[in-house]
């Protein structure tokens, strides 16, 4: 079986063994081809097309074939639709032909969104190799662990040898350092051939502050009509804005078709800025939903502060319109505040009504649905969640952002109790929403995971400066000094320290967390999981018990119900009302005796079902 998705943009090659070169570049004059071979460099001229567009076929290309492209006689850059960049972002593009990969998976068509449980890792630090390849050798382990997707953090190609992926400038290229596109497809197949689904996090709110050639040749690429965190934004509104916008959907149509992945998750779709209609985000999720086959499982995941449902809505039968979910940072900041007690930065949002907004969240999705946001100066924030599944909200208390974007990396086992973590963990695995972990956290790993970069040198400082300021508003780092203590983003060091270390699994504490999870992942498959399919009309609802007790309830479409008991807090409870159907699971602190006498120890919890 082979797999290609004919672009318009780059190097397509041809099935008479010629190269298609396309470029749009609406402020060159002239564009020309430059081919290096072993020997000697071949420079051939584009024909100048409509709107901007300059394109050749050529024989003198091969695949493995390396070429830039020369703008107006002077700079020459890499293809921006390169899927290849061998010798990083400044270096030349590499023509590949997809069809040379066999895919072997012709009975792959996906899981259920309802099966997701999902596990996020970096592939640079996942592993010591830090390559494609060497994530494909964990699947065993992944999948016995109960895993149903991995999602992989962004793998375009980046400057540098180490990036968290989010300063991506080649959306088209996996990055060199993990390996070349025939290894992260192999990767793919393979996990597909562990019954796991792959799911790949992209960037289409900004391109990286180095390697990105387009404003010499498509400043249309951008408009400073509006303004983001990273200066100005993508062009997706205004004069010539349509071809930018077939740039990024087929970028999503791409990954989804030529590599296979099961998923998309957009990152901070919340500073996507797209005053037009329809909406680039809904353009896209139709472009999909109408490209893929109809009997394949295929999902786009959101990471959106703006809490807009509307992204999310779902059909009469409750099939997914758009997307099929959104990360919830509401269940972590509420969570995270009463496991931790940390209550400044934006958890302020949360400072107040932490087990309410837990509640909230738990049967409705979102706490934030339209009210005030203190830490955003009061401006509402969300919408109404009202007609959609549990499967629509991603829960999870630790991931990429929650650990890295901490000053030292600290993961939420090193900063709270573990029996407080073990609560909310037991809560989150069991409810009725796809849950995520972030690499190493299912056996209790001790290693950071900090902020690395590796830019050349003057951003460099920069970036390092930016890092440390950024935490000025968090009254740990009011004081200069204790700023300058935050790790470099470009130190080697830093990016070492946050390698996984799968040694730790050779100790009997991280064993023991690990079955822990291991366990409640089995009973998630075996008792929650079945009950998610088309369970839009969900009757939910929670109370509170004091300032540390939360009981919540759910009724599904097919008549069995679902109760959870918990006590996130330092002392017992009392006086609960424990259901009398069936118990399903019960933290080791409680005990059935106890239960029955309506007292659930400190930091405890406990799930019933009634089939």
Known sequence: MKRRHNMQFGAEYCDDGSVRFRLWAPAARQVELCLAASNRAARLSLERCDNGWFELVTDAAKPGTQYRFRIDGGEEVPDPASRFQPEDVHGPSEVINPATFDWKDDSWRGRRWEEAVIY?????AFTPAGTFSAVGERLDYLADLGITAIELMPVADFPGQRNWGYDGVFPFAPDSTYGRPEDLKQLVRSAHDHGVMVLLDVVYNHFGPEGNYLNSYAPQFFTDRHKTPWGDAINFDGFESRIVRDFFINNALYWLTEYQVDGLRLDAVHAIIDDSTPHILTELADAVRSSVEPDRHVHLILENDRNQARFLQRTRGCQTRAYSAQWNDDIHHALHVLI???????????????????????????????????????????????????????????????????????????????????????????????????????????????????????????????????????????????????????????????????????????????????????????????????????????????DRGLTAHWNFPDGSKLDLLANLGSVSLTGLAPPTIQMIYASEEASETALKRGTLPAWSVAWFLES
Not at 120 to 124: N, P, T
Not at 404 to 428: K, S
């Open 340 to 546: 931790t007690g940390e209550r400044d930065g934006y958890y302020s949002d949360y400072s107040e009504r932490p087990l309410d907004q837990l509640g909230r969240c738990l049967v409705e999705g979102f706490a934030y649905q339209g009210e005030g946001s203190p830490s955003r100066n009061g401006q509402a924030r969300g919408e109404r969640t009202a007609g959609l599944p549990p499967s629509a909200f991603v829960s999870f208390l630790q991931n990429h952002d929650q650990i890295g974007n901490r000053a030292f990396g600290e993961r939420v086992a090193t900063i709270a109790d573990p029996r407080a973590v073990r609560a909310a963990m037991a809560i989150l695995l069991l409810a009725p929403f796809p849950p995520l972990l972030f690499m190493g956290e299912e056996f209790g790993a001790k290693t950071p995971f900090l902020f690395f970069c590796d830019f050349e040198k003057g951003l460099a400082e920069a970036v390092a400066a930016g890092r440390r300021n950024e935490f000025a508003r968090f009254i740990r780092f009011n004081d200069p000094v204790a700023r300058a203590g935050i790790p470099d983003p470009n130190a080697a060091t830093t990016f070492e320290m946050s390698r996984l270390d799968w040694d730790d699994l050779a100790q009997p504490h991280h064993r023991d967390w690990l079955r822990f999870y291991r366990h409640l992942l089995k009973l998630r498959c075996r008792y929650i999981a079945s009950r998610l399919a088309n369970a839009c009309a969900i009757e939910a609802h929670y109370e509170v018990h004091g």
């Open 120 to 124: 996020e890792l970096h592939v640079g």
